[in-house]
């Protein structure tokens, strides 16, 4: 997998401008704002937001492997899931609350779920909730 934007470090501490092939992100054609990203690419996305934003026990089937990026079908919906925060976190509440509705849950339910990409991990089980599903960083360059 290859990352869709590149990121540029601002000095002052905003979030960072995106990229896309040496321009900045082009500007959202209702309102010609630019509309940097908040997070540099799906991997980021997952440590920081998704996983303390998506805690669930891992029984009855449930399924998660800190190394997701190995998972061709994991790592592309996940970047897919991140392109549409990364889109979604410009709008209003009720698009907040529609995506998490309509995307966010079901496609988590669905990856996680006892047939989804993780079907073959099987972890060492425990009763207690994880403060954060673990995520190992994936190789330089992977993204």
Avoid: C
């Amino acid at each position: 997998m290859t990352a869709m934007y590149e990121f540029e470090d601002d000095p002052t501490g905003e979030p960072a401008t995106a990229v896309d092939s040496g321009r900045q992100v082009e500007a959202d054609a209702a309102g010609g704002e630019d509309r940097p990203l908040y997070f540099p690419n799906a991997e980021q996305w997952v440590q920081n937001w998704l996983l303390p934003h998506y805690r669930r026990k891992l029984i009855g089937g449930r399924r998660w492997d800190p190394q997701w990026w190995r998972y061709e079908e994991a790592g592309t919906i996940l970047e897919a899931l991140w392109e549409s925060w990364e889109q979604m976190r410009w709008e209003d509440a009720m698009t907040a609350v529609a995506w998490y509705r309509d995307y966010f849950w079901p496609v988590m339910d669905r990856l996680t779920a006892e047939d989804g990409p993780f079907w073959d991990y099987d972890p060492p089980r425990s009763d207690q909730v994880p403060a954060q599903w673990e995520a190992t960083p994936s190789p330089p360059g992977w993204f």
